[in-house]
């Protein structure tokens, strides 16, 4: 009797976490196809083929999944609950969305835009096209093994590369059906677009980093998280709670982004693990919740376009897009889409200390902070939203490449990065997906054009 009773208390928890793994993947594969196909305009046989098949994802190929023109929406999976429901908006990229929770969720929130509209006048200005032959030569000649993935069993499967010396584009270069109006996925090179939406509204008055973070959640005034503050949260020392880690399908930052329909307040639901400000720990959970904040300080009329209004527009990222989930909060920590050249544009923000074409949209000082060390991070390699070193899994095995000092990066998964120099006027923008992060050596790669374009300190 009782080994029965135990065979039957294993077979229930083992189809609950199956249950819980093939409900993520359903979602996964319903919002990674709806934005490569509504956002960034890649033929749905070429997604399903590549980002949803390839390597660890080949079991998503056992998911049918249904792409609907007219309707705007892509389900996968078996129907519910095991079905993952994405839904375009234009001007609002794909958003996850859960019929059982009702209509107040799933409806398109009141300030949704129409559509993706041009820049203003004066705006759209492309970046300019530095015409050198030999450095040009010399530096496709250094991005070739990047995209040589026929001859590599772990291919790196880079998809663009965009370099800019002294504010030019010196070299470019894309893989077969990408190109410089390719919308990209940065996943966490959201959080960095986040840490400049946070200084625009500390510049316009609207944030103070010493200011308490106004969460309803902690809003007792018994409880301690009301300590933490607007900075402690850019430098993911709040002391909450988060698992962010990709391995295992039930780990928080996975039910975050594909099983609740409000990142944020899962985020802000977690308990503290430490006082605010004692410990750092990479939080994507950290980056939604801001990204909530920063919703309720912005007018509900302009809210929806605040990202493009106040970011975007100004930096000329025509073809950028920072995502929401269902219900309508950004997803700041992990969905955005641009294309290389606008990601590169961000990078170029950041080079000059928050001025853009004389006009400053960060505070003064805001990039010397934001470049700061987290004293609590790992040898101080994570600023304010920033990472201060490429991680060890991107380096180089046989050595970690010398890197100039004052280099720092924004880093996504599957090998997204916007490295910035400012010694050398220096931006480089690498997107792929990587999915064996010891294919990419970003290091090494970085130290080999830095010795192309400029091997001294002016």
Request: proline letters at 8%; charged letters at 20%.
């Amino acid at each position: 009797m009782l080994v029965a009773v135990a065979g039957l208390l294993i077979a229930a928890v083992v189809g609950w976490q199956l249950f819980g793994i093939i409900r993520i993947l359903s979602a996964y594969k319903a919002k990674i196809l709806c934005s490569g196909f509504f956002v960034a305009h890649r033929p749905v046989s070429d997604v399903l083929a590549t980002d949803l098949a390839l390597d660890s994802h080949r079991w998503l190929t056992a998911i049918p999944a249904n792409c609907d023109l007219a309707r705007r929406e892509v389900r996968a999976g078996w129907g519910a609950p095991l079905q993952g429901i994405a839904s375009f908006r234009p001007g609002a990229g794909c958003t996850l969305i859960y019929p059982a929770l009702g209509p107040a969720v799933t409806a398109a929130p009141s300030e949704a835009v129409d559509a993706v509209r041009p820049l203003p006048s004066g705006e759209e200005e492309p970046l300019p096209v530095a015409l050198d032959s030999g450095l040009n030569a010399e530096l496709n000649r250094l991005m070739a093994p990047a995209f040589d993935d026929e001859a590599d069993p772990i291919p790196p499967r880079t998809r663009a590369i965009v370099i800019l010396h002294r504010d030019r584009i010196v070299a470019e270069r894309y893989a077969h059906g990408f190109g410089p109006e390719t919308p990209l996925a940065g996943w966490s090179m959201a959080k960095t677009a986040l840490n400049a939406l946070t200084g625009v509204l500390v510049q316009q008055g609207v944030f103070a980093l010493t200011d308490v973070a106004p969460v309803p959640e902690w809003a007792g005034s018994d409880d301690p998280r009301g300590r933490i503050t607007i900075g402690q949260l850019l430098r993911m020392t709040s002391g909450l709670r988060f698992s962010e880690t990709y391995r295992d399908p039930l780990e928080d930052v996975l039910q975050m982004l594909f099983v609740r329909a409000d990142s944020a307040a899962f985020a802000a639901a977690q308990p503290l693990d430490a006082p605010p400000g004692s410990r750092w720990q990479y939080s994507g959970g950290t980056s939604n919740i801001l990204g909530r904040l920063l919703r309720a300080r912005l007018d509900p009329t302009g809210f929806a376009d605040a990202p493009r209004r106040l970011l975007f527009d100004p930096l000329g990222m025509r073809t950028a897009t920072l995502e929401r989930d269902a219900a309508g909060n950004y997803v700041a920590s992990s969905f955005m889409y641009a294309s290389a050249r606008d990601w590169a544009r961000l990078g170029l923000l950041f080079l000059h200390d928050g001025v853009w074409r004389g006009r400053r949209l960060l505070p003064e000082g805001w990039v010397a902070y934001s470049r700061t060390p987290t004293l609590q991070s790992p040898n101080g390699e994570f600023g304010a939203h920033l990472w201060l070193r490429v991680p060890p899994y991107y380096q180089d095995p046989a050595g970690p490449a010398a890197l100039p000092d004052d280099a720092f990066h924004a880093i996504g998964h599957e090998g997204q990065f916007v490295s910035v120099i400012p010694s050398r006027r220096l931006v480089v923008a690498r997107l792929g997906l990587t999915r064996h992060a010891h294919a990419w050596r970003h290091d090494r790669f970085l130290a080999q054009v830095i010795a192309a374009v400029d091997p001294r300190p002016e």
